[in-house]
């Protein structure tokens, strides 16, 4: 079983940064990892995701040249740092696992992720 906890979020102006940390117990450095954001009325999106090995990224067009996924085995975590935020980032961000090991790529649908952490507030004020 995998267990997923997200810290990091806040309240930060536009044009700032801030980094998002997945902690995770259980078998989770076989498996790939994503980062989806869920505003205040809409569904959840993909932002970010990391294949198994961390040798594949893939992001969403809103976030790219932005944000930066990747994780640290050795600490069983995962990462997204967030530069030059803007207002319309703001939302709840999910760290979430496949349920696969060793897949090489990145899927971008939240059916795809078995493991979800709880979330955290994300706020870009303008």
Known sequence: QVHLVESGGGLVQA?????LSCAASGPINTRPMAWFRQAPGKEREFAAGINWNGTSTFY????????????????????????YLKPEDTAVYYCAAEGRSYYRGVQTSPVDYNYWGQGTQVTVSS
């Open 15 to 19: 044009g700032g940064s801030l980094r």
């Open 60 to 83: 969403a067009d809103s976030v790219k040249g932005r944000f930066t996924i990747y994780r640290d085995s050795a600490k069983n975590t995962g990462y997204l740092e967030m530069n």
